[in-house]
């Protein structure tokens, strides 16, 4: 017998839920975000679907869905402060054994067909989580079932509970208030500012291979893996032109609105993810605060790997003269790529319509509140000085130190 023919389709991009009410929402997530109250339960099943690729191609998966959303790619995106409860009510409704777990923190063991259970923990310490169904692996996390969790720190002004002298010392130095705003001109980092880029990767054929097996009958790890080869990359669910104009990827914003990107990887392929126009530092590893936050622009993301990483929204490192004389210029994109080359086409060379993305200065403003898109066209003939923060000292000279210190873009 084979597996059931008749598959809805699943939904793409961010969605999120937010436990608790202590946990801010990004402001960027226009559509999908839902707050349960405290103490209240996610309903979250495991499920069969079809999952349209860049090239219209139909993929057979398998998603997490929740109550709210339904089947998505990625599961919805969970948000909490550390300490907050989080209760999940998982439901099994495909035919071979399922289950839910984030290393280090929660794992639901397997469950049988049709299997119901509630899991309760508390959010962890604050940084960025992969959640994903460990069982037989890698195969259940590369067909679809895997997620992030984003937990915010009970205290303080970064992302973690624990944060390593350096990197406080760089949330410190940010905002008015902080102690380097030539450098960092504009704002303390606002924890609505936060991206996620999950990267995956898909081999149609072997999911298909998948699909065909007789019901209740798992695939041997080795006869999954053995010419594996995938053909699509997604970026947080999305690829191509569709993860590039999607603003709940792209990270925005004007100068002096700090940001930080996620950066998870639930598939089988390595990324080298390479970022134009600006450094970043990387402040975690697979969860380890950096003694030493780096910039760079360009990082490895093995299977399974995290990295967090702070984006300064300065001027770019070798802008001049800045802001550009010309205010068409804005908003300003650049590119993301995947130093993977391979990672950056579908359907085996389509180019660039793999995991690639931008990142935009919406003007050359300092600081918030972020310029709409909306606006856009309000800057257009204007004197960009008009958009110049009278308080902050040393805009353009962030660009001139950095290029004394021998930094280029890339
Ligand atoms: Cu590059």
Known sequence: ???????????????????????TIPQFIKVGA???PNGGTLKLSMKEVLFEMVDKRPVYHWAF????????????????????MINIALTNEMDEAHAFAIPGVVDSGPLAAGESRTLTFAAPRGGTYLYFDPLNAPVNRVMGLYGAMIVLPAAGNTPYSDPTPLVQGLFDALGDQGTMPEFFPGDAWDPARNWVWLFAAVDHKKNEMVRNLPAGQAIDPE???????????????????????DPEIFPHGNIGQPAIIRTLNAGLATHSPHIHGTHLAQIAVDG????????L???????LGRVDLFHPFVAPLDAFPWPPSNILEFPMPFTMHCHTEMSQTAAGGNYPQGAVTDWEIRSPQVGGPE????EFPSFRGMD?????RTSTAGRGSAGHVAKESGHGSH
């Open 223 to 245: 006869v999954f893996l053995d010419g594996y080869l995938p053909q699509y990359f997604l970026l947080t669910g999305k690829s191509g032109f569709f993860s590039s104009h």
């Open 65 to 84: 869905a929740d109550a709210m959303h339904g089947p998505r790619i990625p599961g919805v995106m969970l948000m909490a402060r550390e300490g907050e």
């Open 297 to 303: 622009d360009t990082w490895s993301l093995p299977p």
């Open 34 to 36: 839902a707050r349960l």
């Open 1 to 23: 017998m084979k597996r059931r023919e008749f598959i809805k389709y699943g939904a793409y991009g961010v969605t999120v839920v937010a436990f608790g009410s202590m946990v």
């Open 384 to 388: 960009p000085a008009m958009f110049k």
């Open 288 to 295: 380890v605060v950096a003694e030493n936050p780096f910039s």
């Open 371 to 374: 310029a709409s898109e909306e």
